[in-house]
């Protein structure tokens, strides 16, 4: 009798979308992945070095502020990307380096997938000679690539795409107090048939969210006011939402596997210990972790 009860009241809906229940689930998470061998890239500014003309012209006095300011934010940054990959793989390896250093890092560690790290600045503040020889690099690697926000903006300047504010402004109009996505927003997956989204097909599985298996959509934590124009070239388009047209997408050609995410796709392992701030937050998502462990795995396929 308790049985046909208690089957009877897990049939009932829920007077909410995709079924939310009204308790959380207890989640632990299975490595499912070997081993991986994965270079992290720093792409925030640290020296005066990493800076252009403009910047010195723009910041003066500010300069030592601002950089203080992004190697803090690129501690974090860099720390969450390894968090994933301690938490998915079962024997990981992972180094990390400054953006200026990628060509020289991948042939001294031999890594199976690189991931790049977000930005804080505008790339005209950047070392015009490292933008430069990021580009060389990015469009020659045969190496598997996830690019995380400011770094998707920087894969989609490298192929050409511009960026603009998230209102349609050149960047150097509005530097400031731009309109921003920010905290745990929607996108719409605009074509699910790409292996990143493996399992979204089998109803029966319990890894991707109602959500997601029944409309599409992921959950992300977003952080930026830049967006990169269109798709570029040789790219095919993967998610977008309203404010912001290309929030992912891929380049499957020429013995290439790049992944660019405009969100956060790292930040779903935030502890819930931490204080929330714009950088640290309780994580209420574990989409972005999925798709990182799909990347790994087609890393790890990938030749």
């Not at 061998?37 to 601002?66: C, F, G, K, T």
């Given at each position: ?5 208690r089957?009877t009241a ?25 081993s ?5 890239v720093n ?8 800076l252009s ?7 003066q006095e ?5 950089l ?6 690129s ?9 994933n990959?301690i938490?998915?793989v ?21 890594p ?9 600045s ?18 020659k690697t ?12 920087l ?12 209102d ?14 920010y905290?745990y927003r ?23 969210q ?5 409309s599409?959509?992921?959950r ?8 990169v ?28 596997m790049?992944?660019c ?10 502890d819930?210990?931490?204080n ?6 309780p994580?209420?998502?574990?989409d972005g972790?999925i798709l ?8 790890k396929?990938h030749?």
């Amino acid at each position: 009798m308790f049985d046909a009860v208690r089957q009877t009241a897990v049939r009932e809906e829920l007077p909410f979308p995709y079924g939310n229940r009204t308790f959380c689930l207890y989640e632990p998470i299975e490595k499912t992945i070997d081993s991986a061998r994965v270079l992290i890239v720093n792409n925030l500014l640290r020296y005066e070095s990493d800076l252009s003309p403009l910047a010195h012209e723009e910041w003066q006095e500010s300069i030592p502020s601002r950089l203080r300011f992004e190697r803090k934010v690129s501690g974090m940054a860099t720390n969450n990307i390894a968090q994933n990959v301690i938490r998915l793989v079962r024997s990981p390896k992972s180094t990390t380096v400054h953006l200026s250093e990628i060509a020289r890092a991948v042939a001294d560690f031999r890594p199976e997938a690189i991931v790049l790290s977000g930005t804080f600045s505008d790339f005209d503040y950047y070392n015009p000679d490292h933008i430069e020889s990021f580009t060389e690099f990015i469009h020659k690697t045969k190496i598997p690539v996830l690019a995380i926000c400011g770094a998707h903006q920087l894969v989609g300047v490298a192929f050409g795409s511009e960026l603009k504010t998230l209102d349609g402004l050149e960047l150097h109009e509005k530097r400031t107090d731009r309109l921003v996505e920010y905290q745990y927003r929607f996108v719409k997956i605009t074509d699910r048939s790409d292996p990143i989204f493996e399992g979204i097909d089998d109803t029966m599985s319990g890894v991707w969210q109602d959500y997601t298996k029944e409309s599409d959509v992921l959950r992300v934590w977003q952080n930026h006011g830049v967006q990169v124009m269109g798709v570029p070239e040789g790219f095919h388009l993967l998610a977008s939402s309203y404010l912001c047209r290309n929030q992912m997408m891929v380049k499957r050609s020429d013995g290439q596997m790049i992944y660019c995410v405009q969100f956060h796709l790292e930040k779903s392992f935030e502890d819930w210990s931490k204080n929330p701030t714009r950088w640290e937050h309780p994580n209420e998502s574990r989409d972005g972790r999925i798709l990182f462990e799909n990347f790994l795995k087609l890393a790890k396929q990938h030749r």
